[in-house]
């Protein structure tokens, strides 16, 4: 953001005077354009843990970051105020271009009751009939070719999978659909196919069809046969090698987005925390150094390998598909609380290569089914990865391509005061709020079946909760005391411990917490 001239309000009103510099308007209108805030720091006099002197050190100025961000707030509400004084028929364009982007989705009726189901032996199953709810969602998973199956445990979800396999199999909908699960549920799931369909052909391998020697003839027998159905488990789905090519397009995607981010933050210079650049620096060179391996993969691959491309698996239905939730992102919002692991696990990164490979055979969204009864529990940024999974085109059409593209259209960051774990009021910045709430709900429902077991009609008992508040004896009181004081310095002899590592000091609150859950102070170990 570049200005010719400054004005007052620039200089004085916009503006935050820090210990070491000045925050003019033009700089936070930088800011409210990025949905960042500026790192503003001041001296601090602490001792030397060595030497016992005096020192002055720079910490983070919360007084001034809460004026900077009220600032920022009062330049975005000036924007909405000029829009509102523009021409009727600027108006008109405006609200025309964010209808046409993201208040144009409207969740059909999928009514399912109008399907026979050729072939299905509901004897077998000792049933007399699907439920409605279960109609209704293979339905909506055969018209969108995929989507989420948000359903109670008990609203029969396996059923669900078994019959929109085998239907969009019949239909030609799909030609090699496959289910993945648990490792405790997934006999029952094939069991539960084979009862519905007794003369499908379905491949349930056995552990050892998985181990090191077997591995190639059980990957050939996925590629080189007409199966009605392949079942894995999570585990077996995980050893499927991936495409090379794939992983190369989405990891050099990643590294685009993560090089785009330092350019924004260093021209931000010294308004950007050094651990912020380390933070997305760190991330750059280890998506080189995996890159970097994939092409030398890619010059070494044999003729005879076979992937899950080449294996021609053109659906995938993920039972307790909140499993793979910690998918990796890119966000200039490190220092915001809440957000999870951008780096994400090893586990949600192979399932993004397997759904890609999908959608780019099909040229669609989804190819994909995730059933859970959590499918969203505790972080925002939950609900933008189940959107990166399966619906990347439409969010390209959105023009978001980033979880901080996604976050600027729906969701409000703020700075408040907070108690922390020790008791200590700290300040926190947190996306607090959703905005756009139908607009976002509409996104959602669009690909969703949702359902309650009150829905489907199934009894259950009324909980009735009771909570019986036990005050602590006096030794809890005493080590809950050290455990806030470790909290606070990280001193593990407090907790009869050796001297944290590195890594351990990173994560003391992480062990503060472990500690604090042991119901006995005999679970505790002191060594």
Not at 284 to 292: G, I, R
Not at 345 to 366: C, P, V
Not at 389 to 408: H, S, V
Not at 436 to 444: D, I, M, R, W
């Amino acid at each position: 953001v570049q200005c010719e001239r400054k004005n007052a309000n620039i200089w004085n009103k916009y503006a935050v005077q820090g210990e070491f510099r000045r925050y003019d308007g033009i700089k936070l209108l930088g800011h409210a354009l990025q949905n960042t805030i500026p790192e503003i720091n001041k001296s601090k006099e602490v001792p030397d843990p060595v030497s016992g002197m005096m020192k002055t050190i720079k910490v983070r100025d919360g007084e001034k970051i809460q004026q900077a961000n009220s600032k920022i707030e009062e330049i975005r509400q000036g924007f909405v105020d000029w829009l509102g004084r523009q021409p009727e028929t600027f108006k008109e364009q405006m609200a025309e271009r964010y209808n046409k982007l993201f208040n144009c989705f409207v969740r059909p009726d999928f009514d399912g009751t109008h399907q026979t189901f050729p072939h299905l032996d509901l004897k077998g199953l000792g049933i007399p009939a699907l439920y409605k709810s279960q109609k209704d969602a293979v339905w909506m998973l055969k018209t969108n070719g995929g989507g989420i199956c948000d359903h109670e445990v008990g609203a029969g979800k396996t059923l669900i999978m078994c019959v929109a396999a085998y239907e969009m199999k019949r239909l030609g909908l799909a030609n090699k659909p496959m289910i993945i699960g648990l490792k405790a549920n997934v006999f029952d799931i094939a069991d539960t196919f084979r009862k519905a369909y007794p003369n499908a052909k379905v491949l349930y391998p056995g552990k050892n069809d998985f181990t090191k020697q077997n591995r190639q003839r059980i990957f050939n027998d996925i590629k080189n046969n007409d199966w009605d159905c392949i079942i894995l488990t999570h585990e077996q789905f995980g050893m499927i090698p991936q495409s090379l090519e794939v992983q190369e397009a989405i990891l050099q995607k990643e590294l685009d987005s993560v090089e785009e981010n330092l350019e924004v933050l260093r021209q931000q210079g010294v308004e950007v925390s050094r651990s912020m650049l380390r933070g997305l620096e760190k991330r750059k060179e280890n998506l080189e150094v995996k890159l970097k391996t994939i092409a030398d993969d890619l010059t070494e691959r044999k003729d005879d390998a076979v992937d899950f491309k080449l294996m021609g698996i053109d659906h995938l239905f993920v039972d307790e598909s909140h499993r793979f939730k910690n998918l990796l992102f890119n966000t200039r919002h490190s220092r915001v609380s809440g957000l999870g692991n951008p780096d994400g696990s090893q586990r949600a990164l192979n399932m993004l290569f397997a759904l890609r490979t999908i959608q780019e055979r099909s040229g669609k969204d989804l190819g994909a089914t995730f059933l859970s009864g959590t499918t969203i529990s505790n972080s925002l940024t939950e609900l933008y990865l189940l959107f990166k999974y399966l619906r990347p085109q439409a969010l390209e059409k959105q023009g978001i391509n980033t979880f901080d593209a996604w976050a600027a259209v729906f969701a409000k960051k703020s700075t408040d005061y907070e108690f922390s774990v020790t008791n200590e009021i700290i300040q926190k910045e947190r996306f607090r709020t959703f905005i756009k709430v139908p607009e976002l709900a509409s996104f959602y429902a669009e690909i969703c079946d949702f359902r309650t077991a009150k829905d489907i009609g199934i009894d259950r008992p009324e909980k009735n909760e009771i909570l019986h508040n036990i005050p602590p004896i006096p030794e809890q009181e005493e080590f809950i005391g050290k455990l806030m004081e470790f909290a606070k310095t990280g001193n593990a002899e407090l907790l009869g411990r050796a001297p944290l590592s590195e890594s351990e000091e990173k994560a003391k609150m992480l062990i503060a917490t472990d500690y604090a859950r042991k119901r006995f102070k005999k679970l505790v170990s002191f060594r």
